[in-house]
């Protein structure tokens, strides 16, 4: 199978201006191997990269940020497709907090709150029993919970085998598509765009809304609009109400509300 | 950084499995450089590529003869006219069975082999002054980044700098597309008429599977993946195990040294998603249970 990329990616990374042209081949036959190829280079005519990581470093102490736009052009046995992406990785700090939020657009507001939690922290408390997870938290959470909610994979054009993305119900691997990140990385069979069914009544709970670490299994390390911080551990989950909005968490999940039973983590 | 400069790389990445090769990955490229703006393009140097691709052949030949998993890495590159090599080879220390330490330290000392103490430096005190977090260090201990090479990947002269004392002064970049950071090139720490009493009973270190160190907090984690439980003349293998201390506490920990630095090969280390190759000495080193 011969796989070929290439792409034009604007990038702003710490301060930096990356304009980034690039085109590359991946065969794998058993062993793996890619190279850069000549190409005629894809351009991207405009891109709001520096205004939007301006907007972003005005919201709070900025540890690390990366914002980015790009097109890319994909061929694969013979099937072409482009795609065009965003991405937004920033932490903010705040003495030994950190907040991080990833989005795969640049609507800004789940920084912002972020960002406000962040200003407001006080210091760990106990979980409640019941949390409410905001949108881009659900997101992140949705990988670690297949197999224990209803969840599906979304229809969508591609994927990295060039392969159609199938609706399917994800119960347990193997996965019916394939990831690929980068011309540079060997496919892996992965749940693609994650959505989870709705269900339940959301209630008033404290609403967590920024991570302050990676999803770690079941466990959460959140911050709630009031500036709690808390170490949530999962264990039910009571009601759904989903966004159409994309995050780039693992393959792809949807936003996600979701009111959860829960418990303090121990570290 | 200067005002205009030309990068240009030539790499490959690969990996092997019992002497078969699993991946190979090629790349290469040239940034155009002026101020904070980075203009990248995976154009080819045909003069790097073959000189990447020679150093690269001689690691092969060691690849294909060892039993274990090894991952080979060369890389040439130009800053404007000054060029210069990199290559590393690693081997995963095989995981091995033996007893289960209940709390990782028990309360022993540790003596760290093979130059392993420079792992521990690392991240104590290399990761730490890159975020100009410093720690006082024993008067006979000397931890210098020293770089082996003239000029740097954003087109400034190199020099040691004291890590005890001062961030790393060299930036660094993986590849063309990357920005360059100030990193550690070659950590070479030295004792100087350090006390040397060796504890009967002790854990010795072999080897290190990795180290990370947290800015916002201080603490410094290693997994520990070959160790010995060490009695006298009594000796038990360890399972791996991980420490986690705060920097401070690591540099209040060391009571000894022994020799010269002992070269730790293998280094790769990870920040900002690009990997790069840190050479590592330290002499024979003895810290206090961690």
Known sequence: MIYRKRGTVVRWENGFIVRSTEAGEAIDNGEFRCAPIDAEPLTLPHSEVEDVARRISAMGEVERLIVSEGIAEHECDGVRWTEQTKRVHVSFVRDALRAIVDLADFDLDDVQRAADALARATHERECPARVRLAPNIGAALLPSLIGTIELWQSRADRDGKGLPVVEQKLTAPPWPNWWRPSYRTRPVRMPLHIRAAGHGEMENAPRAVALLAPVAGNVLRVLSEDGDVMRVAVHEVFAVRNTGRWYPYAAGSFGAELLIGARTARP | ?290
């Open chain 2, 1 to 290: 950084m200067s005002a205009g400069y030309v990068f240009s790389i030539a790499a490959r990445d690969e990996l092997w499995s019992g002497g078969v090769l699993i991946e190979s990955r090629a790349s290469h490229g040239r940034a155009r450089c002026r101020g904070n703006e980075i203009d990248a393009v995976s154009i080819a140097d045909p003069e790097l590529i073959a000189r990447s691709e020679s150093r690269i052949a001689s690691l092969r030949e060691m690849a294909r003869t060892h039993d274990g998993r090894v991952r080979i890495v060369a890389s040439s590159r130009r800053v404007n006219t000054y060029e210069r090599d990199e290559s590393v080879i690693t081997r995963p220390s095989p995981r091995r069975s033996g007893e289960k330490v209940a709390k990782p330290d028990e309360g022993l000392p540790l003596l760290w082999k093979n130059g392993s103490a420079s792992v521990l430096l690392h991240e104590a005190c290399g990761h730490a002054a890159e975020h100009g977090h410093q720690s006082i260090w024993p008067a006979w201990l000397t931890i210098h980044d020293e770089p082996d090479f003239l000029i740097d990947d954003a087109n400034e002269p190199t020099r040691i700098t004291d890590l005890t004392k001062e961030s790393p002064s060299t930036s660094r970049r993986k590849s063309f597309n990357d920005i360059p950071l100030k990193r550690m090139t070659t950590l070479i720490a030295r004792q100087h008429d350090a006390p040397r009493s060796l504890p009967h009973e002790r854990i010795e270190i072999e080897a290190v599977d990795g180290g990370a160190y947290e800015p916002l907090t201080g603490i410094v984690t290693l997994d520990i993946v070959v160790a010995d439980l060490v009695r006298g003349d009594d000796l038990t293998p360890l399972q791996p195990f991980r420490i986690e201390a705060h920097r401070e506490r690591i540099a209040a920990s060391i009571k000894g040294a022994k020799g010269d630095p002992l070269c730790y090969d293998g280094v790769v280390c990870s920040r900002e998603g690009q990997e790069l190759v840190v050479g590592s000495f330290a002499p024979l080193m003895l810290t206090e249970t961690l």
